[in-house]
C-alpha cells in the first residue's frame, strides 16, 4: 500500500489520538527537510489539535510519498503508542 494510501486509512485515528506537542514536532520536521515552507506551518499552527491534525495529514498526502514516509517515520519515533495502535510500528 502506498504512503498516501496508509495515512488516509490511519486519518480519523491520527486526528483522534496526536497530541498538540507531537503535532508540532511533525510539523518542525517537515519544515526542516523542506517538504513545507513557513506559511504553511504558520497556517497548520494557529488551528485547534483536531483541525491541525487533519490540516497537516491532507497536506503531506498532497506533498507525495516522500513526505508521508516522513510523516509516518516521524511519528514512530515521537509516539510509538499511537503509531502502534495506527499499525504503523
Known amino acids: 500500500m502506498s504512503q498516501q494510501r496508509t495515512l488516509l486509512k490511519v486519518r480519523t ?3 483522534k489520538r496526536v497530541s498538540e506537542a507531537n503535532l508540532n514536532q511533525l510539523l518542525d ?3 526542516e527537510h523542506g517538504f ?3 506559511e504553511e506551518m504558520q497556517s497548520v499552527r494557529t488551528k485547534v489539535k483536531a ?3 487533519r ?3 491532507d497536506l503531506v498526502r498532497e506533498k ?3 513526505a508521508c514516509s516522513l510523516l509516518i517515520h516521524t511519528l514512530c519515533e515521537v509516539d510509538q503508542c499511537v503509531s502502534k ?3 504503523l510500528i
Do not use: Q, Y
Open 13 to 15: 485515528e491520527f486526528v
Open 29 to 31: 520536521k517537515l519544515l
Open 36 to 38: 513545507i515552507n513557513d
Open 51 to 53: 483541525e491541525k491534525a
Open 55 to 57: 490540516d497537516l495529514i
Open 64 to 66: 507525495g510519498p516522500e
Open 85 to 87: 495502535v495506527m499499525k
